[in-house]
């Protein structure tokens, strides 16, 4: 509510993949859905894509990748919290070649 940022060490955060999403368009196979814990500041997260076909086919060369919206919601010092988020994921498509 008052604003700010904290930037956290990798050794702060734990992240694991919920499920997973298989585009219909690529192939790609994407995370969807994270468990997301920040022990130190007492946060136990649950990150749900707003709609599961997110992937963006786009450029030349072709560039693709899964970005979108999130809803938020969990647990901080066991009280409970929700929000909305941003995620973007690169690097899961690999060489499509043109196929889309």
């Given at each position: 509510p008052r604003g700010g940022a904290r930037h956290l060490k990798r050794s702060e955060?734990?992240?694991?993949?919920?499920?997973?999403?298989k585009s219909p368009?690529?192939?790609a196979e994407y995370p969807a859905g994270w468990e997301v814990a920040i022990p130190g500041a007492g946060y136990q997260l649950?990150?749900?894509p707003t709609l599961a076909d997110q992937e963006i086919r786009a450029g030349v060369p072709k560039l693709i990748y899964w970005e979108g919206a999130v809803r938020v919601k969990?647990?901080?010092?066991?009280?409970?919290?929700?929000?909305?988020?941003?995620?973007?994921?690169?690097?899961?498509?690999?060489?499509?070649?043109?196929?889309?």
């Open positions: 955060l734990q992240v694991q993949a919920a499920g997973a999403w368009h690529t192939g649950t990150l749900t969990g647990r901080k010092n066991g009280a409970p919290v929700t929000g909305r988020g941003f995620v973007e994921l690169t690097g899961y498509a690999g060489d499509m070649g043109g196929r889309f």
